[in-house]
């Protein structure tokens, strides 16, 4: 029997239907990571050759496995996550624009408001000390929902009063204050802060080309506010609308430049940082506040999380840990402000970091749509380091998305390991992710790995982060060139790597 056959029948048998199609999707006959364990450990018994965990996601279809699993008997080479030969091969694409791709852009500001955190200094503190800041949700939003009593539910990185908000100094009425999204209000507070951290009076930027890109994907105020019965009112629908988001913050400041709510789930402000420093680049903008905003008011997605197995019991992620069991909830805002290198120069400003380069791209179609893709992964990383003007053996540690699901941080292993791993450099290369410090902020988790990146940079610091003193298991940590950062380490490194991956399947990777 061909080891196609023996897949298909295997399958079949599995998951008791009568006939499977070579080329339908795995997923397509229910199987999830347990099945995937399972069929891989019988077909290393029938084949003698191990498979990752991760191989029936890589290879989404029976003929596809079964192929990789010919390929590797033969003792051929296995092709890499990311082969861009052969069929089902992508073409790469450039993500720069002209020759200002290479024009790197200035981290000159950080704002932001996030668990046990009111700004880049306190975040600083709190990173450097190994500091754990998930914890139950605040009583006044538990006693208004009894789903927040579910397991894993109501614990996560939570902000005390995340409604709190001085309209007055916005100028902004009480009744439309109310109508806004906490959401809204955060932004326009931590965009102030990241305009005074740049040093840059509201005088400054007034009726200038300052671009703003916010990426956020949460609706609970809005799902809360019709669910709870209240009139409709004039100021509803641009209170809770994504779009006002970041038009709002351009209204209020009378700012001119590009502004836009970018929704890609958790990689929306990476992609919103991304399309800010091309903006800049391309000459769209002069100055841009970029970053994501998340507020969890509701229960009801993390209910629905825990469903799906995702949830971690405990609200914490163990990122690239052997005790992780799934993600834990934050929120949270980070605003970064930003302009091209040579303008912060001449002004004199004080520079976190730079932004070299980065790539943005989509899984496609895997083995379902919320799965991840190592392949996509691997050229997206390749694409970040093309388009930054650098060797992947130059990068010297990734903040990595990190989301404390065993798959996902498998797959993502296997994906730095192939581009950035042990064929590129001496020594292991460090990786970490702030959500194990803070939990999973979401759209607005890329910003944040911005942020520790820069102030890793500016201080000469590597953060470690937390649950990962026992690696995960299903991982060749030796053989894939990766250590996870478990303690502070100094660092007079000079390039860093931030990643951030959205479930519907859109991925965003920086240089700093």
């Known amino acids: ?43 290393a018994e029938h084949t003698g050759t ?58 000159v500001g950080i704002g932001c408001r996030l668990p046990g955190a009111g700004g880049p200094g306190e975040l600083w503190e709190l990173l450097t000390s190994g500091t754990d800041l998930v914890g139950p949700v605040p009583a006044a939003r538990a006693e208004r929902d009894e789903g927040w009593a579910e397991p894993g539910v109501g614990m996560g990185g939570f902000l005390p009063e995340v409604e709190a908000f001085d309209p007055a100094f916005f100028s902004i009425n ?40 916010v990426g956020i994907s949460s609706s609970d105020y809005l799902v809360g506010r019709f669910s709870g019965g209240l009139a409709p009112d004039a100021y509803t629908p641009t209170g809770t609308a994504h779009s006002v988001a970041a038009n709002r913050i351009s209204y209020v400041f009378d700012l001119h430049g590009p502004s836009m709510a970018i929704d890609t789930a958790c990689s929306s402000s990476l992609v919103a940082i991304h399309q800010a420093a091309l903006a800049l680049r391309t ?29 971690a019991p405990d609200g914490r992620c163990k990122s690239f840990g052997a005790g992780a069991d799934g993600m834990g909830r934050s929120e949270g805002t980070v605003m970064v402000a930003l302009k091209r290198l040579p303008d912060a120069l001449a002004a004199g400003d004080r520079v976190y970091a730079l932004i070299r380069g980065g790539a943005v791209n989509s899984d496609g179609r895997t083995n379902g749509l919320m799965s991840p893709s190592a392949p996509a992964q691997v050229r997206l990383l390749r694409a970040a380091c093309q388009a930054a003007g650098v060797a992947p053996g130059q990068v010297e540690y990734v903040e990595a998305h990190g989301s404390g ?24 290369l460090p990786i970490g992710s702030l959500k194990s410090n803070l939990g999973h902020l979401e759209a607005a988790a890329g910003a944040a790995g911005v942020a520790k990146v820069a102030l890793a940079l500016f201080h000469g610091v590597l953060p470690g982060g937390l649950h990962a003193d026992r690696p995960a298991e299903d991982f060749a940590w030796d053989a894939g060139g990766l250590r996870v950062l478990t303690g502070p380490e100094p660092w007079d490194g000079r390039l860093a790597g931030v990643s951030s991956f959205g479930f519907g399947g859109t991925n965003a990777h920086l240089i700093l």
């Open 1 to 43: 029997m061909n080891l196609l056959d023996l897949l298909l029948e295997l399958v079949a048998e599995r998951m008791g239907v009568a006939d499977v199609d070579p080329d339908r999707l795995f997923i397509d006959y229910g199987i999830g990571s347990t099945d995937a364990v399972a069929l891989a450990g019988v077909l």
């Open 50 to 107: 191990e498979l990752p965990n991760s191989a029936f996601y890589e290879h989404p279809t029976p003929r596809a496995l079964a192929a990789h699993l010919e390929e590797v008997r033969v003792g051929g080479p296995a092709p890499a996550p990311g082969d861009s030969t052969g069929p089902g091969a992508f073409p790469s694409a450039s993500t720069g624009i002209g020759g200002l791709a290479a024009e790197p852009v200035a981290i």
């Open 174 to 213: 009480a009744r439309e204050a109310a109508a806004m999204d906490p959401q809204q209000r955060m932004l326009l507070e931590v965009a102030h802060e990241a305009l005074q951290d740049a040093g840059l009076r509201l005088a400054d930027v007034t009726r200038t080309a300052t671009g703003v890109f």
């Open 283 to 311: 000459g769209q903008c002069d100055v841009a506040l970029a970053g994501g905003v998340n507020a969890v008011l509701s229960p009801d997605i993390g209910r629905c999380f825990r469903t799906a197995g995702v949830l």
């Open 405 to 428: 699901t065993r798959l996902g941080d498998l797959m993502e292993l296997r994906a730095l390991s192939e581009v950035l791993g042990t064929a590129q450099r001496p020594e292991p």
